[in-house]
């Protein structure tokens, strides 16, 4: 099992900073949160993560490689897979189909066929619809098959962008529940979200960023009974 180091990284886009001295550890096997409002930068240190935003000071390693500033491409190979924010699935495929699209890298048959056994015992509802468009189905079941694509590439660390945005508090509960197991299954998961209360519930740890900076940090119990992160969220 792989985990992730983030060390004093700072970066932003053109002149703004957007990060700012971030130091944080998602250990391997556990699920890690990052929590924060809109705009408190959790998706750029996704981007960071991917060589997307690179940073402009600090370094970031996968287990004991440096991937600092590495190509997504690289980053990718390391194994590591990224669910992106808004359930990006492709429309006018099946859900067969987009699964496939998630081992592309993957030559031999056999495992894909394997991996997709796994990907529909994980999520039955995919194994009924498998020849069922995409672009046709629920939000939830949308959101089943961006993460069931993300599993397809065997990810030793799966990140995870804001998985409950736009999803009936039904399809929340249920998507998360299945994260929890992909944690129970050895996968690494550094999940981004704003959800606090149902994402405290699955996480191992946590993380909370306001403004660019990490305001707090602890176990799931610790944040949840947190002076801050109550005032914060809670209300
Ligand atoms: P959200 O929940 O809305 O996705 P977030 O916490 O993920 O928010 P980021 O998307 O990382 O936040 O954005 C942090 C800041 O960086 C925001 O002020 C945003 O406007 C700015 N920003 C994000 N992407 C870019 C970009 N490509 N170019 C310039 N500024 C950007």
């Known amino acids: 099992m792989t985990g992730i180091t983030i060390e004093n990284l700072s970066t932003g886009y053109d002149k703004a900073d957007v990060l700012l001295d971030l130091s944080l550890t998602v250990k ?29 000071r600090g370094t970031i390693r996968l287990g004991d490689t440096d991937i600092t500033g590495m190509a997504t491409h690289k980053v990718i190979a390391q194994g590591l897979a990224c669910i992106p924010e808004g359930r990006r699935m492709f ?16 030559s031999d048959e056999a495992l894909i066929r394997a991996r997709m056994e ?12 498998r020849d069922q468009l995409a672009g046709t189905m629920s ?30 508090p039904l399809y929340v509960k249920e ?9 129970d299954q050895g996968v690494t ?6 959800n606090v209360r149902q994402t405290l519930g699955i996480a191992d740890y946590g993380y909370v960023l306001s403004g660019g ?4 940090e602890g176990t799931a119990e610790a944040l949840k009974a947190s002076p801050e992160v109550h005032a914060a969220y809670f209300g």
């Open 28 to 56: 391997p096997g556990t699920i890690t949160c990052l929590l924060g409002s809109n705009g408190a930068g959790k998706t750029t240190v996704i981007r960071s993560i991917l060589g997307l935003t690179p940073p402009r």
């Open 91 to 106: 429309p006018k495929l099946t859900v067969e189909e987009n699964l496939r699209l998630g081992a592309y890298q993957v």
């Open 118 to 129: 796994t990907v529909f015992e994980t999520f039955p509802r995919l194994a009924e619809r």
């Open 139 to 168: 939000g939830g079941e949308q959101a089943m098959v961006s993460i069931g694509r993300g599993l397809m590439s065997g990810p030793k660390i799966l990140l995870i962008d804001e998985p409950s945005l736009g999803l009936s």
């Open 175 to 183: 998507n998360f529940k299945i994260i929890d197991g992909i944690r």
């Open 189 to 194: 998961v550094f999940l981004v979200e704003q």
């Open 213 to 216: 900076r990490l305001i707090a």
